[in-house]
């Protein structure tokens, strides 16, 4: 029940039954009882602020995606030509901070391929570059993902169902753009668990696999950056500028607290998350091209799974842009990086995954798992 419902001329009993609770609900009702019925009822400031933030953020994205359309646009320095080829030497779902930094890796690397990146959003917003802006920023669908998750048993028991909602960016940038500028690695048991079960047993995604390429992402400047074993855990000269910021209100009672509960604040490990994040601007490679508003809706292979170790073979994918439909063939790999959910979500509409998920929405299952 919103704040307009409860303070309307009307609303006398729409918040609460207990009438001695009402003191200021009633008095606002009437006072606003006086006036003629035309009379236009004065609306919370808080709701004309969302009402105008809601908006501002559907014109920009509205605005945005009318230009990609009018102009085609395809941020580039590839010829029109080359960025319009159908084939790719790397294509890259995704344009997050992770997609982001392969595409620029792979187009640095190797002047003489091509890349394409796929992005299902846009430009960020102006409002984007205000860290407080991002509690109203999630709840946008018209630049962010909102996913609901299953019921849980032992955790969001004061959620709707006990489901926790999640949201992701849909934007150049992704959940960086929407995160409150920290920057959080995923914990080290998960991917511990990840070698042992979900992987099938597989090393390389163990943490200690993992960390070098964490330490190559990252430009580190943060809060442990002159202690003596930053390096073990941090990188230098890598695409994301990590560091701390001057202004952080709550913070040091933040880790008070948590020292006082016994957490030790001076391990230069995963753990502290006293980090802000900005993407560096390295330049667009002369070789790269980003689609925006691509959402990509499959991956398409070659070949069949044999029963001795063969696999389909990634080829290309195929994306929606601006209610049309195209196939695009990469010459090298297929690169998946649209985060937790939308990795996993394509993978299971291209038929890769648990073959009950697969068989009971009739997709067509090009793997055994």
């Not at 001329?9 to 009702?29: E, P």
């Not at 919370?44 to 602020?49: E, F, L, R």
């Not at 392969?102 to 430009?123: F, H, I, K, P, Y």
């Not at 959910?341 to 929405?361: H, I, R």
Request: charged share 20%.
């Amino acid at each position: 029940m919103n704040l307009i419902q409860c303070f309307g001329r009307n609303s006398y009993y729409c918040c609460y039954k207990s009438d001695h609770k009402m003191t200021v609900v009633n008095a606002i009702n009437s006072i606003l009882r006086v006036f003629p019925d035309r009379f236009p009822i004065p609306l919370p400031v808080s709701a004309v602020v969302v009402v105008a933030l809601t908006l501002s953020i559907n014109s920009w994205v509205a605005f945005d995606r009318a230009k990609d359309f009018v102009t085609q646009n395809n941020i580039i320095n590839l010829s029109a030509k080359q960025c319009q080829d159908q084939s790719f030497d790397y294509i890259i779902v995704g344009g997050g901070a992770a997609g982001m930094i392969v595409a620029t890796r792979l187009a640095n690397a190797s002047r003489g391929a091509t890349v394409l990146l796929l992005e299902a959003g846009g430009d960020p917003s102006l409002l984007n570059e205000l860290p407080s802006m991002d509690f109203f920023l999630l709840n946008q669908p018209a630049n962010t993902w909102i996913y609901n998750s299953t019921p849980q048993a032992y955790a969001c028991g004061a959620c709707d169902d006990r489901k926790a909602l999640t949201t992701r960016g849909r934007m150049l940038g992704g959940s960086t753009s929407t995160s409150f500028m920290l920057h959080v690695r995923g914990n080290r048991e998960d991917f511990n668990r990840w070698q042992y079960e979900d992987a099938g047993g597989d090393p390389q995604w163990s943490y200690k696999a993992l960390l070098p390429y964490f330490k190559k992402s990252e430009d580190y400047n943060g809060a442990h950056v002159n202690k003596r074993d930053s390096d073990i855990y941090h990188g230098k000269g890598g695409l994301l500028n990590v560091g701390t910021h001057d202004y952080m209100p709550g913070a040091d009672q933040f880790l008070a607290a948590a020292a006082e509960k016994g957490f030790l604040l001076e391990i230069i490990m995963e753990e502290i998350k006293k980090f802000f994040l900005r993407l560096m601007d390295t330049g667009k490679p002369s070789n790269l091209c980003i689609r925006k508003y691509a959402l990509v809706t499959k991956v398409n292979f070659v070949g069949e799974y044999d029963g001795h170790g063969k696999h389909p073979t990634a080829v290309g994918v195929t994306y929606t842009r601006h209610k049309k439909e195209y196939t695009v063939y990469a010459r090298k790999e297929v690169i998946l990086s649209a985060g937790t959910m939308g990795s996993a979500k394509l993978l299971l509409l291209s038929g890769v995954g648990p073959a009950y998920d697969l068989e009971a929405m009739n997709v067509r299952n090009m793997d055994k798992i």
